[in-house]
């Protein structure tokens, strides 16, 4: 008696893996237009991404510039090694964490909000020229705005420190206290890049069904309504994409802005990993060295956007992959 | 009733006093270069401009347009802009639209490597050693071939893909169309927004690069604008970063290049972009996409 | 799951397989690099044969906006005609030129010269050439200002003894000064002869600010430096940094010095009281000079000659003509001894050097046209131009310029020597004291400032600059100096704004024991030592 049973689940399961098989070959058959389409992509990757990926090794030598990458000798973990036993590198780490968090936190959610804004303006002119000046600061360069952000900021002669005198309060040095340097960074950050970042969700917003608004507007739902349930919705995609995309890019804060902005007195809080491997590299550029933290940066930043993207898969239909 | 529209109304008004404010805001930095460049050197070095020129002159502007430099690297710029962008948007979307689709067999495994690319890459002196294994060196194609594809932009892409409803793309199967017609006849129109979207930021890339035509390219006359515009506004930063070495003090040569040149530069890099932005505005509007083809 | 597992594991192996063989390729493509030349050595000296020079050479920012002749600049051109040469140069924009340098090493396609910085040069110094034996004997000038002066030859040759780089010298003795209102010393009566020490300064900056409120005393564009080092080294005796201490002849490091409390107690009272720029941190040279043309400055330091002539040319600009700047002297330890400052002697502004795949032939061609620019005669042409046509002859013997070829060409610009250029000659030859020269000549102030500097014997050399290190050795010396430099910076600041206490003071130099000050100044002395042995013994 058993030994039938058995021989029906054989069966079954012989027959469930056939069927998976089939499906899969079904699948692959109907796939052959778009691998097609996808060489050209393929291509792409493997000349331009993979092929100089043999860099990535250097991290483990100690590159001598002429030698080149072959005859370096290698070190194992010595570069990594030169880097996490600075007295400075918690701090690097922790300053490097929390100025991107800070920076997910206040200015991820800028741009949503402001083409929710920009969306209920009605169209015409001023909600074109509004769209168009909240972009202008993208394109000056960062040089320049940060200078004006610092003369603004500036106890003597700064817009900021006048009003505050004139409410009343006392002058400070803002830009010279760690204290305030996050919130400053975080702040500049949305300045120059809310408008340009809201494009993209302004994009999203167009694809949302018209008749859906109406038909929420004939059951009675207000503004906020039709916001919480069919607007937010309809972007949540994009939303999602692109909040996986930043957090994997947590570690990568880029040295440019921070270096016009921060001063020595700042780098309690300022001091973040780029900017201490461009200050080791402005004496003697040390390849190796700032590739090996280049790699560190990656294989962390890529643990954050595997797990992002895992909670992401659970939780939601979109994901990364 | 009364009520609703009450408060909708002091929403809107809140509303246009917020974005007033930030328009303010963004328009400050770009006036003072605006102002900055009309007016006299003595008077930005005085710090006498604010959003008003002082010493209105156009000297500025007839100096940076005097030299053929300007004007060739100007006809480059919009080169490569435009061979780069059609070339992005070609590449990305023909990554994007098969990524986009559910029976796209190994889907999952191929956004998975480019995403690693996304993280992981070899470093400049590697692409570079790649790039002239080629044979792409100081030509346009080292500009445009190396970042072809910005995989942040072909994920967004194949979201705006996978964003469109379903039902839409099984009317067409039925009514008999190849992958290739869904794509043309139904995908693109409807994803035109995403589309100019994307291809804006491309466009904007490609313009406002440098770094690659200064390590890509030998001859000064392939040179694009912003490589330009980065030597001069950056000669004293480089100056200041320099002379901060220890034990270091690197003397200046005359560093004449008057301040009001800088920002004539900057201006007359940074205009014709924004005369594209209007055109591209019009395909955000709101659903027109979708209502018009389930017309 | 486990699929996927298997296709990443698979491609891992794949790109660490690809990676090693494109590790071996670019060996061999390397070693045929430093292939031998003794076949081109050419039998004919007698003819001058004809070589074609590629040479990498950086555009400064207002060549951006130049348009470079077609057929390459006039003295190029010359030097091409008397030297039969073809030159081919490789302009790179000076910005980030860095990176492209990098590239340009790394890749198999260098040019026949390499010109740069020192550092950026030593870096690859086994792609170069050994010049020893090129210049010795046979190039007179070259062999004159490289092997005869002990420092000048520390300080251009490699750690094996040869001379790779050659570098532009100069000889311009005066660099940063004191520079102080000359109208205001005299309105405010000020009488500067008795103003020495730092005691006398302070009470005159306090004078300042009873008189102008808005006038800050002292005030810098260099930030921490100016003010650490610009302002307190004449009496201090020591820099910020590592320095030579003159008293026993050994490296040292600054802000663990005992003297620094006294310089940072001195700069912590004068901030306190507002007689320093109190934003001194992020003040930039933009913002200075606003300061200075808006009658907000009364002392500050720079570069004598250029900054009294950018002061005066902008100042008549904004139609104010009875300002100037006039150099006074490095603050003085007391009454009696004189401050001092420490600048480059002679002066090292990056040079060239020649890669090892050119030719023999190549490397004579190339020195010789090196030492015609530092003969009497090159050198005149490649600083001043022709005479009669860019300068002449005062009657005074001295040489006066055309007007025409000094002004700017739309004056606008960076001033050009018109046609009178030439990529070539402009990146090695003898600068001669910038002072001398006609354009800082008719500033009465930048002659007295060089008299005062220069004869006066307030500027020491900078022996620091004579260091070598052996790759290892410098290796160990970046990694510690990342660290100890981000500390000093971090509390010098915070103690002389007033954020730290001085109480602290003794605990912050305790503190640079984690950071391994020793073992960084040991090494440092060691090298040190060595160098002076090698100059003391040094024969050519």
Redesign the interface.
Known sequence: MPRKKEKKNENIDKQLANLRRQERWRRFKKSKYLYLMFLPVILYYLIFCYAPMFGIVIAFKDYNAFKGFAASPWVGFKQFQSFFSSPYFWRLLRNTFLISFYGLIFGFPAPIILALLLNELKDGWFKKITQTISYLPHFVSAVIIVGMFVNFLSPSTGLINNIIEMLGGERKYFLNDPKYFRSLYTILGIWTGVGWGSIIYLAALTNIDPELYEACIIDGGGRLRQTWHITLPGIANTIIIMLIMRIGNLLSVGYERIILMYTPATYETADVISTYVYRRGLVDADYSFSTAVGLFNSVVGFIFIYAANAVARRYSETSLW | MIKKSMSRRVFEVFNIIILMCLNIVMLYPFLYVFAASLSSNASVLAGRVSIIPDGFNLEAYKAVFKYKQVWISYRNTIYYTVLGTFINLFLTVCGAYPLSRKYFYGKSVFTFFIAVTMFFSGGLIPTFLVVRKLGLYNTVWALVLPGAISTTNMIIMRTFFQGIPDALEEAAIIDGATDFQVLYKIILPLSLPSIMTIGLFYAVGHWNSWFGAMIYLREMKKYPLQLILRQIVLQNQVNELLSQQAGTTVEETQSLISETIKFAVIMVAVIPILCVYPFIQKYFVKGVMIGSIKG | MKK?TK??AV?LCL?MA??VV??????NS?DSKTGNNSNNDTASQSERKFYKISMYST????S?????PKEGFYLDRLYEEKFNVKFDF???????S???F??T?????IPDIMTGNW?NLH?????FWDLNDFIIGKYKNLEKYFFDDPYVYALSAEPNGQIKILNMLSEQFL??TLLVRGDLIEKWGIDLSKVKTKEDWYEVFKLVKEKNPNMVPYMTR????GVIQRLCEGWSGIK???FVDEKDNTVKYGAADPRMKEVVTWLRKLYQEGLID??Y??T????W??KL??DGIFLTHD?AP?RIT?AAT?WA??GVTDKYLIAVPPIQPDANTPGYTT??YP?L?GGLAIYVGAEKGKVDRILEMCDYNFSEEGNILVNYGIENVSFYYGEDGLIYDVPEYRQ?V?N????QKDQIKGTFASTIRLEPNGVYTPQYRRYQAVLDAAKMYEDGGLIKR?W??VIRFS?DE??EI??L???I???T??N???FI?G?KSMDEWDAFVEGYK??KLDRYLEIYNAAYKRAMDAIGSYVK
């Open positions: 996927i296709i990443v491609f790109i690809f990676s494109a590790c071996s390729k670019t060996k390397n555009l400064h920012a207002s951006s906006l130049e348009d470079i490789r302009y790179v924009p000076s910005a980030n860095e990176e492209v990098n590239i090493m790394a890749s198999n396609d550092n870096k690859y110094a086994d792609a660099g940063d260099k930030k921490t430096e910020q940094y590592v109190q934003e941190p992020t930039d040279t933009t913002k000079q606003e043309l808006n570069n250029s950018w902008e600009n904004l600048i480059h002066k502004r700017a739309d606008k610009t960076m001033p900078n620091v600059e790759n410098q290796k970046n990694e100096n990342a660290n430099k981000t500390y910076d971090e010098l600041d915070k704004m954020v984690q950071f």
